[in-house]
C-alpha cells in the first residue's frame, strides 16, 4: 500500500511544483464538471484559461481584477506568516470602501484631482480601523482573532447596506440603494487610454516589492515572522508578541482598505450594495497559492483573477452560474493544501509486515 | 541451557537518513537485569520501540521464551507480557491516575478493579500512590510511579525502562532499585536502557552496549569498571575536564527574595529566591524537572518580566523588568534548555538564527527596526560553525537538519561568542553525544577562566559535579543555600532535593560555631561523587 | 404574554440549528481537531437537503441527505488533515470557500422551488399546558432529539471507556499513540461525526426552520456554532445553553423590530454577530480558564512515526 515517507529535506523540485500540480488537478475537476453538466469542457476551459489573456484588453481587464486581490493578499501574507489569522479582510475591505466613498462624496465642482490622495488614505485608515478592533479584542481579552474578524465581516456588510439605504442615499437614484456616482474628479487616474487599468497597479506592484524588502531585510519583519514560525523563540529572542499582532493586523487592514478604496473610487465609480465582492476571501487563497512570498503572490493573484473572469465569461456565454468561480478557488486551496504534502514526504510502495 | 525470555537477532531497521540499529543482536534471560548502554544516537530508543511493537523491523526476527513472534503493535506486546516505562511519559494529565492506568489495560477491566489492584500493587512493592488524583497535580517521580505500576499490572514477564531515572534523586533512585531487584527476583526479566555508568553497575547482571546503531559488546557490568565501560560506549576513556581553583571577582548577578506566582495551573511558584553569581565562579543549581527551574530561568533570561523591581540586578544594574533584548545589552547570555523551538527555529537557517540574539549585523536600528546585512550574517554564522566545530552543511543549513548535539554546540556557540558578562545555560549537555557534552562543557569551564559569571542548570549531578564551583538545589520552587563543591556528596545533595536543607544549614553552622571556638578545623565534608 | 411563549419557542427552534452544528464541533474538538469548514459543510448540506426534499417529499430522506454530505466533506477534511498532516486552519477554509460555492452552484435551480407544507408537531397532553405548551411542545421532533444527543454526549464522553479514549487522544495524541491506540482512525471517526452532525443542522436549516434555498443562507451561524464551542468550555450542556441564548438573540432582532423600536433594520441584524463578539471577548478574557478545559491538542498536527 501507499505510504508517506519524511524527506530528510524539503524539496526544491516540489517547493515549486505543487502548484502546478494543484492547478492541473483543479483543471481535471473542472473539465469533468464542465461535462457533468452538459457543457463542452473544452470551451469551459477556455473560458478560464484562454480568454483572460488573449489579447491587451483581456489583459487589463485581467490587471484590473488582479489589484485588489495582490493588495489585500500581501497585506494577508504579513498576518498569516505571523500566525495571526486575520480572515476578515473582506469586511476591512468594506469599512475602507466606505471611508474612502465617505470622503469622494464630499467632493463637489471645486474640487481637484488631488481628492483621490485623501480617498485612498481613508480607505487605508478604515481598514486599520476595522482590523483594529480584531487586534484590541485580541490584546485586551484574547479572543480569538479568527472568529472576531469573521463576525465583524457581518457587522460590516450590515453597515454598508445602512448608509446606502439610509443616510447616503443617491437622493436621485430611484430609491435604489446606492450613493451617488462619485465626480468624475475622484476617479482613481487610469494608466492607459482604451484600459481600466489604474495606478492602482502600480500600487500593487510598489507594495510587492516593500513587502519583499520587509519579510527578508527588515529586522520587524523577521520578528514577525519568528513569532509565526517558534513563539517560543520569538518569546526567547525578546520579539513583542503584541507589536508583532498590531503590526500585522494593522498592515493588512489598510492594504485591504486600500483595495477597498481603489474599487469603489476605480471601477465601481459609487458606494452599492455589491461592493463586498469576496475580495477578502480570494485574497486567502491567493496569499496561499502563492506561499505567502510577494512574488508567488503576482501569480497567485493573475491565476484567481482568471478564475474570477472565466467565471463571468462562463455566465454570459455558457449560462453557468458565476458561483463557478468559488468553486474552482476552493478547489484550487484544496489541492494545493494536499499537494504541499510531498514537499515534505514521499510516496513509497511498502509491503505489509516486517521481521 | 534454560531459554531466553527475549532473543533479538540480527536486527536491522534503516530510516531516510540513518541506519538506526544494524545487525542487533540481544539476550535476555529469564530473571536477568539486562542493561542497554549507549550514549544518545546509538539506537537504544529505536531498538526498545521495535520490542513493543511500536515500530516494525526492516530485518531480523525476535523470539519471546523461544517462540518467534511479530508483534505489530503495543496491545499485542502487552498481551504477551511485555510492558515498557518510558522516558516520556504516556500520561494524560486531566485525568486521574486510576483513568491513566485503565487506559493502559486491557479493556474488560472495569474501573473499580483497576483502582482495587492498584492500591493493591502499590502496596506490595512500597510505591506511594492515590489512585483517584488527577495526574497533573502529581510530582515527575510520582507520575513515573504511575507508569511502573501501570507496567507492573499487567504481570509482565519482561519489563522495559527506559531512562528511568532522569527524573529522579539519588534516593529515589535507590528506591527503584529495590523495586526492580524484588521484580527480578520473581522471574520478569528486565531490560534496562540508560547511560548511566554507575547505575548499571549497580543494578544489573548484564549489559549489551550499543553504538552508532551496532552493538559493541556484551559484558557483565558488576564486573567492569566504569572506564572499561566507557570505552566499549564511546570507543574511548571519558575525556577529562581540567578544574583550576578560581578565586573569584565582584558579583555580576544577584538575586534578591524573587517572588514570583505561576504562570499558568501546571507551574510552580517561586518562593522568595535569593543567589549570587561572582565574576569568575560557575555556580550550579542542582534538581530534578518541575521545581521550578523553568520559571527561575524565565524571569533571568526576561521572557517573564513580572518580577518586582529590585529583586533581580545584573552588573549592579535592576534588571527586574527589562525584556531579553535589554537584558542582552547588559551583557547577560542564555542558552535555554529547548533547542529546536526556543533556542532556534527549525525552519530557519543557522545565520538567520543567530539573529535571535545577536544584533551585530543589524544596521540603521533605529529605522523599522533595522535593515539586516545577510552577507555578515552568514559570514559570522561561518565563523561560529568552525570555531565551536558544529557539523553543519554551512551557515544556510536549517537549523533542524543538525544534530541535537552539533544544534546544542552551535547554541552555546553563538551566545559565548558574544563575550557575554554572565552566561546562564540550563541542561547544557542534556541528549548530546558525549564528544559535544565534553566540549561544551569543557568552554563553559574557559569562560569562566576567562572571568565570566556562570550559572548552570541541570538535572544531571555528574555534570554539575565537574563544572560548578558552588552549588545549590531547588526544590518546590524555593532555593537552597549554596554550598561549595568541595563538601557536597551526591547524598546530601539528594537529601536537599526534596528540601530538607534547613537542618543541613543548622549544623553548618553550629560546626562553624565549634571552630571558631576551639580554633580546629572542622571535619571537611564527604567525598566528590564518582565520575 | 402570549407573544413571549412564541419567543421562547422560537428561540428553541434557532438554537437548535446552532447547537446541532456545535455538538458536532465539539467533538471535532474533543479530539484535538478544529474544523473551521463548518459553514461550507453546512451550505452543502442544506442544499443536499432541501434538493432531496423537493425531489422526494420526505423530510427524513433530506435530513439524511444532509448527513451523508456532512460527513463526505468532513471524511475529505479528516484525510488531509489527518494523514497528510495540511494545516487544519487552511484546509478548514478551503472546505467553507469550496462549500460556499458549490453550494451557490447547485442550488442556483432551487432558487424558486418550494417544498410541501411543513406539518405542525404537538405532543400529546403537555402541548395544551397553557403558556408552556406552545412554548415548548410545540416543536419538530429534532428539536428534542437535540436535547438527548447532548445527554448522549456527555455519558459516552464522561461515563464510558470509549469516551475516555477519545478525551484522551484529544489530550495527547503521542500518548495515546503509545499505548497502541489507533488515534487517526479515532480522529477520523470523530471528524466524519462531527461532519454528519453539522450536516443535519445544515438540513434541519433549509428544510424546517426556513423551508427554502438562498445563497449564503446559513449567514454565519457555522462562525457562530465554533465560537460556541470555545464559550461553551468544550462541554455539551453548556453548549445547549449557549446555542439557546444566540437563538434568543437572534430572534430578539425580529421581536424588536415586529414591536416596533425604532432602529433601522440593519443594526438589529448586527446582533447575534455583535453578541458573538462580546462573548467571546468575556470569555477568552482569562486565558487559565480556556486552557484548563481546551483539549491539550487543539489544532496541532500529528506526527505517529516520530
Redo the contacts between chains.
Keep these: 500500500m501507499l505510504k508517506?515517507?519524511?524527506?530528510?529535506?524539503p524539496s526544491k523540485i516540489w517547493t515549486y511544483g505543487s502548484p502546478v500540480l494543484a492547478l492541473l488537478i483543479t483543471v481535471l475537476i473542472g473539465a469533468v464538471m464542465f461535462s457533468a453538466l452538459g457543457k463542452d469542457p473544452v470551451k469551459g476551459l477556455e473560458m478560464f484559461f484562454w480568454l483572460p489573456i488573449h489579447n491587451a484588453y483581456a489583459l487589463g481587464e485581467l490587471l484590473v481584477k488582479a489589484t485588489p486581490l495582490l493588495i489585500i493578499a500581501l497585506g494577508l501574507a504579513v498576518c498569516f506568516r505571523s500566525n495571526v489569522?486575520n480572515?476578515g479582510a473582506e469586511g476591512q475591505y468594506i469599512i475602507g470602501a466606505i471611508f474612502a466613498g465617505g470622503v469622494a462624496l464630499l467632493a463637489d465642482a471645486s474640487s481637484t484631482r488631488w481628492i483621490v490622495l485623501p480617498i485612498l488614505l481613508a480607505g487605508v485608515l478604515g481598514g486599520m480601523v476595522w482590523a483594529g478592533i480584531t487586534a484590541l479584542?485580541r490584546d485586551?481579552?484574547?479572543?480569538?482573532e479568527?472568529?472576531?474578524s469573521?463576525?465583524?465581516v457581518?457587522?460590516a456588510v450590515?453597515?454598508l447596506?445602512?448608509l446606502v439605504?439610509?443616510p447616503w442615499k443617491d437622493p436621485m437614484g430611484f430609491n435604489f440603494p446606492q450613493t451617488k456616482t462619485f465626480e468624475s474628479v475622484t476617479r482613481i487616474p487610469r494608466l492607459f487610454d482604451g484600459s481600466r487599468v489604474s495606478i492602482g497597479a502600480l500600487l500593487a506592484l510598489f507594495s510587492v516589492a516593500a513587502l519583499w524588502v520587509?519579510l527578508?531585510?527588515?529586522?520587524?519583519?523577521?520578528?514577525l515572522q519568528?513569532g509565526g514560525?517558534?513563539p517560543?523563540?520569538a518569546?526567547?529572542?525578546?520579539f513583542?508578541s503584541r507589536k508583532a499582532l498590531w503590526m500585522a493586523l494593522l498592515m493588512s487592514g489598510g492594504a485591504a482598505g486600500l483595495a477597498g478604496a481603489l474599487e469603489v473610487a476605480g471601477p465601481i465609480g459609487q458606494l452599492t450594495l455589491y461592493v463586498p465582492a469576496g475580495y477578502g476571501?480570494a485574497a486567502?487563497?491567493v496569499a496561499?497559492v502563492g506561499r505567502l512570498h510577494p512574488v508567488g503572490m503576482v501569480f497567485s493573484a493573475i491565476l484567481m483573477s482568471m478564475f474570477y473572469i472565466g467565471g463571468e465569461m462562463a455566465q454570459s456565454r455558457l449560462g453557468l452560474?458565476k458561483?463557478?468561480?468559488?468553486?474552482?478557488?476552493?478547489?484550487l486551496?484544496?489541492s494545493l493544501?494536499?499537494c504541499?504534502?510531498l514537499v515534505n514526504?514521499r510516496l513509497k510502495w511498502r509491503t505489509r509486515?516486517?521481521? | 541451557m534454560p531459554t531466553p525470555r527475549l532473543q533479538l537477532k540480527r536486527i536491522t531497521k534503516r530510516y531516510p537518513s540513518v541506519v538506526a540499529n544494524s545487525e542487533v543482536s540481544l539476550t535476555v534471560m529469564p530473571g536477568e537485569t539486562h542493561a542497554v548502554l549507549g550514549e544518545n544516537g546509538a539506537g537504544k530508543s529505536t531498538l526498545m520501540k521495535i520490542i513493543y511493537g511500536s515500530v516494525k523491523p526492516d530485518e531480523g526476527s525476535v523470539q519471546f521464551n523461544g517462540q518467534v513472534v511479530h508483534i505489530k503493535n503495543p496491545q499485542e506486546a502487552r498481551a504477551l507480557g511485555i510492558s515498557m516505562v518510558f522516558q516520556h511519559f504516556s500520561l494524560f494529565d486531566t485525568i486521574t491516575v486510576a483513568e491513566n492506568v485503565w487506559l493502559g489495560l486491557n479493556k474488560n477491566l472495569s474501573l473499580q478493579q483497576v483502582t482495587q489492584s492498584i492500591v493493591a500493587k502499590a502496596t506490595e512493592y512500597g510505591l506511594d500512590i492515590d489512585p483517584l488524583r488527577p495526574v497533573h497535580t502529581l510530582s515527575v517521580g510520582e507520575m513515573q510511579r504511575v507508569e511502573i505500576i501501570r507496567a507492573l499490572l499487567t504481570n509482565p514477564q519482561l519489563l522495559i525502562l527506559d531512562e528511568p531515572t532522569s527524573v529522579l534523586t539519588p534516593q529515589a533512585v535507590d528506591k527503584l532499585f529495590v523495586v526492580l531487584k524484588k521484580l527480578a527476583s520473581e522471574g520478569c526479566s528486565i531490560l534496562y536502557i540508560s547511560h548511566k555508568l554507575h547505575e548499571i553497575r549497580e543494578l544489573c547482571t548484564a549489559c549489551t552496549v550499543l553504538r552508532g546503531g551496532k552493538v559493541t559488546g556484551v559484558c557483565n557490568p558488576s564486573q567492569e569498571s566504569n572506564a572499561s565501560l566507557s570505552k566499549l560506549m564511546i570507543g574511548a576513556e571519558p575525556p577529562q575536564l581540567t578544574h583550576r581553583a578560581q578565586k573569584p571577582g565582584a558579583a555580576v548577578l544577584t538575586l534578591q527574595n524573587l517572588i514570583l506566582p505561576r504562570e499558568d495551573q501546571f507551574g510552580v511558584d517561586i518562593e522568595g529566591v535569593s543567589l549570587q553569581v561572582c565574576a569568575g565562579e560557575v555556580v550550579g543549581i542542582a534538581g530534578v524537572s518541575g521545581n521550578g527551574q523553568k520559571e527561575l530561568l524565565y524571569a533571568l533570561s526576561g521572557e517573564d518580566v513580572r518580577a518586582k523591581p529590585g529583586t533581580i540586578h545584573i552588573g549592579g544594574v535592576d534588571a527586574s523588568r527589562l525584556h531579553p533584548g535589554q537584558r542582552r545589552k547588559l551583557g547577560l547570555h542564555f542558552v535555554p534548555e529547548e533547542r529546536l523551538g526556543r533556542g532556534a527555529v527549525p525552519t530557519l537557517g543557522l545565520a538567520h538564527n543567530m539573529l535571535l540574539s545577536r544584533q551585530e549585523a543589524i544596521a540603521w536600528p533605529k529605522f523599522g527596526g533595522g535593515w539586516i546585512r545577510v552577507k555578515q550574517l552568514e559570514r559570522h554564522a561561518a565563523e561560529i560553525i568552525a570555531r565551536f566545530k558544529v557539523k553543519a552543511g554551512g551557515p544556510r543549513s536549517l537549523a533542524r537538519s543538525l544534530s541535537g548535539g552539533n544544534l546544542q554546540k552551535f547554541i552555546v556557540g553563538r551566545e559565548i561568542d558574544a563575550n557575554p558578562k554572565l552566561f546562564i545555560v540550563s541542561q547544557p549537555t542534556w541528549g548530546v553525544d558525549v564528544g559535544a557534552a565534553a566540549q561544551i562543557r569543557g568552554a563553559i569551564l574557559a569562560l569562566r577562566d576567562a572571568g565570566c559569571a556562570v550559572l548552570v542548570v541541570s538535572e544531571e549531578l555528574d555534570e554539575l559535579f565537574e563544572v560548578s564551583d558552588r552549588l545549590h538545589v531547588i526544590s518546590r520552587g524555593q532555593l537552597s543555600p549554596s554550598v561549595p563543591i568541595a563538601e557536597a556528596t551526591v547524598e546530601k545533595i539528594g537529601e536537599w532535593m526534596s528540601g530538607l536543607w534547613d537542618d543541613d544549614v543548622q549544623q553548618h553552622l553550629a560546626e562553624l560555631e565549634g571552630m571558631a571556638i576551639v580554633g580546629e578545623p572542622a571535619q571537611s565534608g564527604g567525598q566528590h561523587a564518582q565520575a | 404574554m402570549e407573544s413571549y411563549a412564541l419567543l421562547l419557542a422560537a428561540t428553541l427552534n434557532a438554537g437548535t440549528v446552532l447547537a446541532i452544528a456545535s455538538l458536532g464541533l465539539l467533538i471535532n474538538e474533543k479530539v484535538g481537531i478544529v474544523n473551521l469548514g463548518a459553514e461550507g459543510m453546512m451550505l452543502c448540506a442544506a442544499i443536499a437537503g432541501f434538493a432531496t426534499v423537493v425531489s422526494t417529499g420526505n423530510d427524513w430522506l433530506g435530513f439524511a441527505a444532509g448527513m451523508g454530505v456532512g460527513a463526505l466533506l468532513a471524511a475529505i477534511f479528516g484525510l488531509l488533515v489527518i494523514w497528510l498532516n495540511t494545516n487544519q486552519y487552511a484546509t478548514g477554509l478551503a472546505l467553507t470557500l469550496f462549500g460556499t460555492g458549490f453550494s451557490a452552484f447547485v442550488g442556483t435551480s432551487f432558487v424558486q422551488a418550494k417544498i410541501p407544507e411543513r406539518t405542525s408537531f404537538a405532543v400529546p397532553y403537555l402541548s395544551d399546558i397553557p403558556w408552556f405548551g406552545p412554548a415548548l411542545f410545540r416543536h419538530h421532533p429534532l428539536v428534542y432529539v437535540t436535547v438527548l444527543m447532548a445527554l448522549a454526549l456527555i455519558w459516552f464522553m464522561y461515563r464510558t471507556r470509549n469516551g475516555l479514549v477519545m478525551r484522551s487522544v484529544g489530550e495527547s495524541p503521542e500518548s495515546a499513540h503509545a499505548l497502541g491506540y489507533p488515534v487517526r482512525r479515532i480522529r477520523l471517526l470523530a471528524v466524519v461525526a462531527g461532519g454528519a452532525l453539522c450536516g443535519l443542522a445544515g438540513a434541519y436549516l433549509s428544510v424546517i426552520y426556513t423551508p427554502l434555498w438562498v445563497e449564503g443562507m446559513v449567514a454565519g451561524k457555522g462562525w457562530i456554532a465554533l465560537a460556541l464551542t470555545t464559550f461553551a468550555t468544550w462541554r455539551p450542556a453548556r453548549v445547549l445553553l449557549g446555542a439557546y441564548l444566540f437563538g434568543g438573540v437572534t430572534m430578539l432582532q425580529f421581536h424588536l423590530q415586529g414591536i416596533g423600536v425604532d432602529v433601522p433594520s440593519q443594526f438589529l441584524s448586527m446582533l447575534p454577530y455583535l453578541a458573538t463578539i462580546l462573548v467571546l471577548a468575556l470569555i477568552s478574557r482569562n486565558p487559565q480558564w480556556i486552557r484548563i478545559n481546551m483539549p491539550t491538542s487543539l489544532g496541532k498536527p500529528f506526527y505517529p512515526g516520530a
Design positions: 508517506l515517507e519524511a524527506r530528510p529535506e489569522w480572515i479584542l485586551r481579552f484574547h479572543a480569538n479568527i472568529l472576531v469573521l463576525m465583524l457581518y457587522v450590515q453597515l447596506s445602512y439605504g439610509g520587509f527578508f531585510r527588515t529586522r520587524s519583519g523577521f520578528a519568528v514560525l517558534a517560543a523563540a518569546r526567547y529572542a525578546g513583542s476571501f486567502i487563497i496561499f452560474t458561483s463557478l468561480t468559488g468553486v474552482f478557488q476552493g478547489l486551496l484544496f493544501l494536499a504541499d504534502t514526504y509486515g516486517g521481521a
